[in-house]
């Protein structure tokens, strides 16, 4: 029985690696007369190949400050998103450690 990490996905895209991680989609919406959400369900299932898997892939909507979304995606997805029309950009999140400085005054 094949391994279930080896499996392609079903749009045919080849991934890099079968890792994923959350990666933020900038669209261009402005002119859409379409619900935010159902653009980016729509977007990302023509890359994974089903609405069933944009749901699950979709972390959050940004409809107020940027039009986009995060979504859970491979390498290779996250450079296929980036094609489809209306994706500005495409960037891996990365969590970042402040770190504080204290000056101490005498």
Request: avoid cysteine; aromatic fraction near 6%.
């Amino acid at each position: 029985m094949a391994d279930s990490s080896e499996s392609t996905p079903s749009s045919g895209v080849t991934p890099a690696s079968s890792e994923t991680a959350v990666y933020i989609v900038h669209t261009d919406q402005d002119n859409s007369n379409e619900d935010p959400e159902a653009y980016h369900v729509r977007t990302l299932a023509s890359v994974l190949g089903s609405e069933e898997a944009a749901k699950g892939a979709l972390i959050y909507s940004y409809k107020t400050a940027m039009h986009g979304f995060s979504a859970k995606l491979t390498p290779g997805q996250g450079a296929e998103i980036s094609k489809q029309p209306g994706v500005l950009q495409v960037v891996k999140s990365q969590t970042v450690q402040l770190h504080s400085a204290t000056a101490s005054f005498g």
